[in-house]
């Protein structure tokens, strides 16, 4: 079934989703940078105290996974965002790629997502 059949039962539950989305991410976000800056404290404190190299080195491997999570945390925020925006504006549901309706399916179960099954493939 394309987007444009969306109906406007289906569109307000498809922006309930995408806020709702929205909103977890920003509270992980929150938690991640809160994470981020206990573990800089804590890193400070085991330098100081004459902390050992495989617990530097450790909290280093941490650091590094926390901060790929917050990007790709950050990234899939924006997509959402991006997605609210276009239901806003009334381009949702039609695929960047090809210009097509998007399926509902699809929609349904990534509803950030900016293309269509086939030109996915392609990106």
Request: glycine share 8%; charged share 35%.
């Amino acid at each position: 079934m394309p987007a444009d059949s969306i109906t406007q039962e289906l569109h307000q539950q498809l922006k309930l989703n995408l806020e709702h989305e929205r909103d977890r991410l920003r509270e992980l976000l929150l938690e991640l940078s809160e994470a981020e800056r206990a573990l800089g404290e804590s890193q400070g404190e085991e330098s100081d105290a004459g902390g050992g190299t495989a617990d530097v080195a450790s909290d280093a491997t941490e650091q590094a996974l926390e901060l790929t999570l917050e990007r790709t945390e950050r990234e899939h925020l924006a997509e959402v965002e991006a997605a609210l925006h276009r239901l806003e504006v009334g381009s949702y549901g039609t695929c960047e790629g090809c210009g097509r309706p998007i399926d509902v399916e699809r929609l349904q179960a990534l509803p950030w997502t900016r293309y269509c099954v086939r030109c996915a493939r392609k990106v």
